[in-house]
């Protein structure tokens, strides 16, 4: 077996490894939808779970098509999350109108007292 592929079969291995583990300290993480809370945080739910401290957090910004959720049973959902020294993490997730709704999502932002913007297209 070639030396690079022997390379790249051994660092995918650790990634694959890393990936399991930190996503199983998550508990929530395969159930929720875009994101989650925990500890203090707000974990988003990307293919490794990406937590953030609310203290952190200057708002939250929901992006959606009203048309999607008046025509089809699935709506694309961008959740932006815009840190107070600038920095920001964005993940997309596609949901389904017969499980929670955009609405949802911002009543339990809100209720984590976090600040939500809110962008229809």
């Known amino acids: 077996m070639p030396v690079p592929l022997r390379l790249a079969l ?5 990634f ?28 988003l739910n990307t293919g490794i779970p990406y937590s953030i401290p609310f203290g952190e957090i200057d708002r939250v910004e929901l992006e959606y098509s ?12 961008w959740v932006r999350v815009v840190r107070k020294n600038g920095q920001t993490k964005k993940v997309w997730y596609k949901g389904s109108r017969t499980g929670k709704l955009p609405g949802d999502y911002q009543a339990a932002l809100e ?6 913007a809110v962008r229809v297209k």
């Open 16 to 43: 694959a490894l890393y990936f399991l583990l930190h996503r199983a300290t998550h508990k929530n993480a395969p159930i929720s939808g875009p994101f989650f809370f925990e500890m203090d945080c707000l974990v």
């Open 111 to 116: 209720g984590k007292g976090l600040t939500v």
């Open 10 to 14: 051994f660092f995918g291995g650790i």
């Open 66 to 77: 009203a048309g999607e959720l008046e025509t089809r049973t699935t709506y694309s959902l």
